[in-house]
Structure formats: structure tokens, C-alpha cells
């Protein structure tokens, strides 16, 4: 301290003075790196850089997590275990008797495509991974997973969920990447309506359960109730996996688009794992079944 | 050096550290709305009690890291936290004789800037405020900071932190 007040005396090196100097330096920096990270999209060393120093951070804040996870496991009752196996067998054989339909269906949609010469016979495989963050501010629907370019996630990837899409990813750090929601209000998605094919946009609102679809036009067939599936135009998110539920249909015969809101059908705000789908071209001759991602 | 006459850098650190993983802990929403922002008042603490170690540099760098956890826009947090050690410092002889209570009111209004500050950002990039839940983590902070001042303010005594 005594070096401070020393340093007092000399007008040119108070202590005001250089923390207005550092506080101008440190704002115009500030500036730039925003301004480069927004309009230009350069920061992407910078940010893998600095997500790689933190996740020994962010890796640390799952432990705990995982061990009451294991704990519950392990302290769970012998009935409870019973109860829950008989349960998913249940499902499984369910599952699996759909899949053999599906199966089935793949194939003759496969011959049926090789024979109008198609080329979009594609294979989705799928990596698990599990939201580390969600962002603090309550307006962008950001959220951040356990998975990076390391494990074979990149920038345009779909994530979806067992009910449905949830989102894609923005920025692929080495270990984590970070995903933008379908509701973030800067989220727009190319949706078809199942029942009859109808294509339009579903654009986020900022709000977990609602999505807008605000190019609709008033004499087009869409009700409430209808769901909504990716159309797969865009090129981003893969065809028919379910979107959203219209839940409102207003028809204002003094504008010219119908007034529409959508339900998704995933739970955003409730989401603790994700899928991410890596569509890869299909082999020439091989098996249709649908496996865990493996590494290449 | 400089740094040699000082002692006790690993403990600034460490708050730092045990501030971040604070502010990433998953929580659920109704508390996240109130979750404060403990790397800021880290900060706070720091640049108040050893203006001449922690204060403008080690904010943003700090904010950076913030910004690269969070997935926010790169220099957005860091702006706020240097605007944060800015006004700490420049205020630090008054703040540090207040009363508690009067200190997490100063607290409030310099992590009130650092909220509008980066809330005005984000309405630039193209997400305004719907509502005002965005001000919820200032009253957390606010009520939590007695309890940080205390802690660091012993942890600063018991290991000469200087």
C-alpha cells in the first residue's frame, strides 16, 4: 500500500488515471472482439481456446451430479430395479416390433428410390451427449454439451431428442459445443405439416413451449392439433422427425397470413440429454440397422 | 518483479475458480432467475480490498472466460466485468468503510450497470428484454453479498492475502 500512496503524489500516475486509461483500453478491446466475433464470425481459436481452459471447470460441476446419479442407482430398491426392467423389456419389445416395420418399410423405400435413381438415401446415426450450461440470459435459448469436434460434433449438426428437434449446433469447441434451441427468437426451421404436406417456417419466439409460424397464407388447410414435421429443406435438419403441435390457428381476414402457434413437442426447458444426428452417405452394400455413432 | 513482494495470489485464484464453477452449476429455473453472479462479486471483493492486484485486466479476463462458458457473444461479459472493476476501483476508499448493508447496495448498482450493459448488447444483436426477469440475478447478488464479503474477507486475513 505504501507504494500506492506514494504513487499518489505524481499527478500523471495516479491511481484514477490509469484505471481511466485501462477501463478505455479494456472497453475499445471489448468492442472489437465482439465486433468480430458477431459480424465476422474470426473468434473461433479464440473461443476454443478459452472453452478448452474452462472445462476442467464445467467437468468438475457434473461430478457431484454423477455421483448422486450412481448413488440413487446403487440405493434404489431390488423392487424398484424389478419393476423398472419389466417396464423397459415392455417397451422394448414394443420398440423393436416397430422397428422390424420400419425395417421392412426402409428397404422398399431404398429399391423404390433406386429405382427413380435418388440420391437422398441417407443414414442417421446418433452420439449422446449432456447439457453442461444453459445460457443466463432468459432470451436466447442457448445451451451447451458435453461433446465437441473431439467425439465428431460440427458446426450445423441437428440435435433432437426422443420427442422431437431440439436443435443445432453453432460453435463445436474441442470438448464442448454449443447449440442454438428451435425457440431462440433468431431460430428459424423448415417445417411440413404431416397431415397434407403443407411447407412454411417455424420461427423460435423466446418462449420454451411456443413457436410462430407467421407465413402461413388465410385460405391454406392447417388446423389445430396438426403436427409438425422438419420438411428437410435447408439441407440442415434431417426429413420427418416431429417439430411441434399447432396449438392456436387464428384467421384475421383484414391480414393477409394466418396467426399460428405451435407447441414443440420436446420439453425444452426440461432437457438434461440429447441426440446429435451425424447423417452420413449410405454404404453401397450394407445393413439398415441404426447404431450407436462410432468413431471414425 | 512486482509479483514477488506480493503473497497469497493462489487464493484469488482459487475464488475465482470455486466463483466459476458457482455460476455453472445447473440449477433449476425458478432459482436460476436468482442465481448471483459470483464471479462478479468475486471481482467486486478483490478489486475493492487489493485494488493495486485485481482490477481492470484481471475483470475482463475473467469476463472472456465467463463469455466462452456461457457461449455468449466473446468480450460481452468481459465488457461488463471490466466496467464492474472500474467502478469498484475508482470508489473503493468509500465502499470499504460502508456498512455491509450499504455495500451490497453499491454492489447492486454496479452489477445493475453491468446488467444493462449487457442487455443493451444483446438488444443490438437482436434479443431485446421481454420482460424483467433479467434484473433478478442484481437482487440475488445483492443478498449474497454479505455472506461473500465475510467469507473472503477471512480467508483474506487467515492467509495474509496481500
Known amino acids: 500500500m505504501a507504494q500506492i500512496k506514494s504513487n499518489e503524489n505524481k499527478p500523471l500516475f495516479t491511481f484514477a488515471v490509469s484505471a481511466n486509461i485501462r477501463i478505455l483500453v479494456f472497453a475499445l478491446s471489448s468492442i472489437a472482439l465482439m465486433t468480430l466475433d458477431h459480424r ?60 422390424q416395420k420400419l425395417t421392412s418399410l426402409e428397404a422398399e423405400n431404398r429399391r423404390l428410390r433406386a429405382l427413380l435413381d435418388s440420391s437422398t438415401a441417407l443414414r442417421e446415426r446418433v452420439l449422446i451427449a449432456e447439457l453442461i450450461t444453459v445460457d443466463f440470459d432468459p432470451y436466447r435459448h442457448r445451451i451447451m454439451i458435453n461433446k465437441g469436434t473431439y467425439h465428431g460434433v460440427n458446426i450445423g449438426q441437428p440435435i433432437i431428442d426422443q420427442h422431437g428437434i431440439v ?35 417455424a420461427f423460435g419466439t423466446g418462449k420454451f413451449a411456443e413457436l410462430e409460424l407467421p407465413h402461413v397464407p388465410n385460405n391454406e388447410d392447417i388446423r389445430e392439433g396438426d403436427i409438425l414435421i422438419t420438411s428437410g429443406l435447408g439441407g440442415r435438419f434431417p426429413r ?41 452417405p449410405l454404404p453401397e452394400a450394407d445393413s439398415l440397422a441404426i447404431g450407436p455413432y462410432k468413431q471414425p | ?57 484481471s475483470g475482463w479476463v475473467l469476463g472472456l472466460l465467463v463469455d466462452a462458458a456461457k457461449g455468449s457473444l466473446i468480450g460481452q461479459n468481459a465488457l461488463g ?16 468503510v460502508f456498512p455491509l448493508w450499504q455495500q451490497a447496495l453499491s454492489v447492486m448498482l454496479f452489477l445493475l450497470c453491468n446488467q444493462l450493459l449487457i442487455f443493451w448488447i444483446n438488444g443490438m444483436i437482436g434479443y431485446p428484454p421481454r420482460d424483467w426477469w433479467f434484473l433478478t440475478p442484481v437482487v440475488g447478488s445483492m443478498l449474497f453479498w454479505p455472506w461473500v464479503f465475510i467469507v473472503l474477507r477471512d480467508l483474506r486475513r487467515h492467509f495474509l492475502v496481500s
Open chain 2, 81 to 96: 466485468f471490466a466496467l464492474i472493476a472500474y467502478l469498484t476501483i475508482r470508489t473503493h476508499r468509500r465502499i470499504r
Open chain 2, 1 to 57: 518483479m512486482m509479483f514477488l513482494r506480493h503473497s497469497g495470489g493462489w487464493v484469488i485464484l482459487l475464488s475465482f475458480v470455486i466463483a466459476l464453477l458457482l455460476d455453472s452449476i445447473a440449477l433449476p429455473v425458478w432459482a436460476d432467475r436468482f442465481r448471483p453472479n459470483w464471479p462478479a462479486l468475486a471481482l467486486i471483493y478483490w478489486s475493492m480490498a487489493l485494488p493495486h492486484r485485481v482490477g481492470i485486466g
Open chain 1, 40 to 99: 465476422y464470425h474470426h473468434l473461433e481459436a479464440l473461443r476454443n481456446a478459452l472453452s478448452t481452459l474452462i472445462y476442467p471447470l464445467q467437468y468438475t460441476v457434473q461430478i457431484p451430479f454423477d455421483i448422486s446419479r450412481r448413488l440413487y442407482e446403487n440405493l434404489a430398491s431390488h423392487q424398484e430395479i424389478l419393476a423398472e426392467n419389466k417396464r423397459l423389456q415392455q417397451q422394448q419389445l414394443f420398440i423393436n416390433a416397430q422397428l
Open chain 1, 240 to 280: 420427418g422427425y416431429p417439430v411441434a403441435q399447432i396449438t392456436r390457428v387464428k384467421f384475421d381476414p383484414g391480414h393477409p397470413f394466418a396467426r399460428i402457434s405451435a407447441r414443440p413437442t420436446t420439453q425444452l426447458d426440461r432437457i438434461r440429454e440429447v441426440l446429435l444426428v451425424v447423417s452420413e
Open chain 1, 167 to 201: 436443435g443445432q449446433i453453432i460453435h463445436a469447441n474441442i470438448f464442448t459445443s454449443s447449440a442454438i434451441l428451435i425457440t431462440d427468437p433468431n431460430h428459424a426451421l423448415p417445417v411440413q405439416v404431416n397431415r397434407n404436406g403443407l411447407r412454411t417456417l
